[in-house]
Each structure stands twice: as C-alpha cells, then as structure tokens.
C-alpha cells in the first residue's frame, strides 16, 4: 500500500506543468585564447549550485535556470608555471527541450538555448605577462547543449557550453571558455 502511494506520488510530480527544483553539480572548464605568449590550456574542475522551473508543453518544455558557477581555465606562459584563471559567475540559462521518451515515471530530453554569465567577483589569478585582469567581462552569453533524464523527482543533466569573448572588445586579448557541466537535481513539485 505505501509503495503504492508513494509511486502515484512521484507520478504526479512527473507529470504537472510546472516543475520547480534544485540542482548540483561539477564542470570542467577550459579557456580557448588567443595569448601570443600563452601555451596550451587546461581544464579545471569546479562545481555549481542553483534552482531550475521547468514549464512543461507536452513534449516541448522551456527550462529558465539561475545557478552559481566557477569557470576559467589553466594557462601556463614562457615567463611563469602554468597559472590558474578562475572566475565565480551566476548562470543564467534560458532553455527549450524536446522529450525523446515522455513516460510517466521517466522520460529523455535534449535541450539548447542562449545563456547569460554575470561576473560575481573578482578573477583569481597569478601574473601573466600583460594581462589585464580588469578587461574581463562583467556579464558575457555563450549557448548551452545537451542531453538529460528524469527519473520520477530526480532529473540529470549533460551539457556543453561554449562562451563568447569574455574580455572586453578593447583589450589585446580574446578568450572564449568551453564548459562541459554535469548535474543532477531533485523536482520539490
């Protein structure tokens, strides 16, 4: 009898128009540069932490998001050992999906939209040789890609993001980063 309602329970929360939730999870980032002086860059590993609403239109949904995130990437000059490029932004993605499989206790999604990054605090950085830190962006978008699941109240997500310029169009050095993201998230309704 419990299981019972606890199945019909999570049936419900799958399938009401609006789901509302919290999600976590880790990136790996990477910065693409235009550095003369810079040699290849790494990736990073970082984590990230916000709430999603999905509105669901049968098989479409439209997924807006708010979540903290660090990207960055590894660079390492001629002049010092590799040095770390860390930044704490607030992700704002705006979503629109397509459910592959829509059942009832589970179903399968892509999805892809526009995201707009706004700059939280100040870079973490070491000295890179002409870098000014002050010329990236406050607020930059990129485009987000990717594949996930539900399963009942609990939703998983792959994605890929590509950023645009993230310094100023006035500096002397352009930079895009590439994120791979993955999270999980749990719908509270």
């Given at each position: 009898?419990?299981?019972?309602?606890?199945?019909?329970?999570?049936?419900?929360?799958?399938?009401?128009?609006?789901?509302?939730?919290?999600?976590?999870?880790?990136?790996?980032?990477?910065?693409?540069?235009?550095?003369?002086?810079?040699?290849?860059?790494?990736?990073?590993?970082?984590?990230?932490?916000?709430?999603?609403?999905?509105?669901?239109?049968?098989?479409?949904?439209?997924?807006?998001?708010?979540?903290?995130?660090?990207?960055?990437?590894?660079?390492?000059?001629?002049?010092?050992?590799?040095?770390?490029?860390?930044?704490?932004?607030?992700?704002?993605?705006?979503?629109?999906?397509?459910?592959?499989?829509?059942?009832?206790?589970?179903?399968?999604r892509v999805h892809a939209g526009p995201?707009?990054?706004?700059?939280?605090?100040?870079?973490?950085?070491?000295?890179?040789?002409?870098?000014?830190?002050?010329?990236?962006?406050?607020?930059?978008?990129?485009?987000?890609?990717g594949i996930g699941l539900d399963l009942?109240?609990?939703?998983?997500?792959?994605?890929?993001?590509?950023?645009?310029?993230?310094?100023?169009?006035?500096?002397?050095?352009?930079?895009?980063?590439?994120?791979?993201?993955?999270?999980?998230?749990?719908?509270?309704?």
């Open positions: 009898m419990i299981l019972c309602l606890i199945f019909f329970l999570f049936s419900g929360w799958s399938q009401t128009p609006i789901n509302l939730g919290i999600k976590f999870g880790t990136n790996s980032s990477s910065l693409i540069t235009n550095f003369n002086d810079v040699f290849e860059k790494s990736e990073i590993k970082h984590y990230l932490a916000g709430a999603f609403v999905r509105v669901n239109l049968g098989k479409v949904y439209i997924q807006p998001e708010a979540y903290f995130n660090t990207k960055g990437g590894i660079v390492s000059s001629i002049y010092s050992i590799p040095e770390n490029l860390s930044f704490q932004t607030i992700d704002v993605p705006l979503l629109i999906g397509y459910k592959i499989i829509n059942i009832p206790i589970f179903n399968l995201v707009l990054s706004f700059v939280t605090a100040d870079p973490i950085i070491s000295d890179i040789k002409n870098l000014n830190y002050n010329d990236l962006k406050d607020k930059f978008w990129g485009t987000q890609a009942w109240f609990v939703t998983i997500d792959a994605r890929i993001e590509n950023s645009f310029n993230v310094f100023n169009k006035n500096s002397n050095y352009s930079a895009s980063n590439r994120v791979f993201l993955l999270s999980a998230g749990i719908k509270l309704f």
